[in-house]
Nanobody, 117 residues
Framework: QVHLVESGGGLVQAGGSLRLSCRAQRMITSTFNPATMGWYRQAPGLQRELVAT???????NYVDSVKGRFTISRDNAKKTVYLTMNSLKPEDTGVYYC????????WGQGTQVTVSS
């Protein structure tokens, strides 16, 4: 079974940066490479929302609230997806998860991002 492992979260002041990683363990390359992968976040008391996606051909898409500040990327050789977050705001606080867009995999534990004002 595929296991998604997120890491890289932490506590940062507003305006700071973080780089999140998500490794798809036990996902075979021929399945990972063409998959559209996404980063999601769940703020306290709110539903999980999709914030960024990247296709197998590296086309990216972002929710308006993170455009210009977040960058999603992937390394197929490592079966890893990244989310580089700059100019962080307190409203970016939440647990960040990755998953395959469209055909959901078992959710990982996520990584906590806390942005202080």
């Amino acid at each position: 079974q595929v296991h998604l492992v997120e890491s890289g979260g932490g506590l940062v002041q507003a305006g700071g940066s973080l780089r999140l990683s998500c490794r798809a363990q036990r996902m075979i390359t021929s399945t990972f490479n063409p998959a559209t992968m996404g980063w999601y976040r769940q703020a306290p008391g709110l539903q999980r929302e999709l914030v960024a996606t990247i296709t197998g051909s590296h086309n990216t898409n972002y929710v308006d609230s993170v455009k210009g500040r977040f960058t999603i990327s992937r390394d197929n050789a490592k079966k890893t997806v990244y989310l580089t977050m700059n100019s962080l705001k307190p409203e970016d606080t939440g647990v960040y998860y990755c998953n395959r867009d469209g055909r959901e995999l078992p959710w990982g534990q996520g990584t906590q991002v806390t942005v202080s004002s």
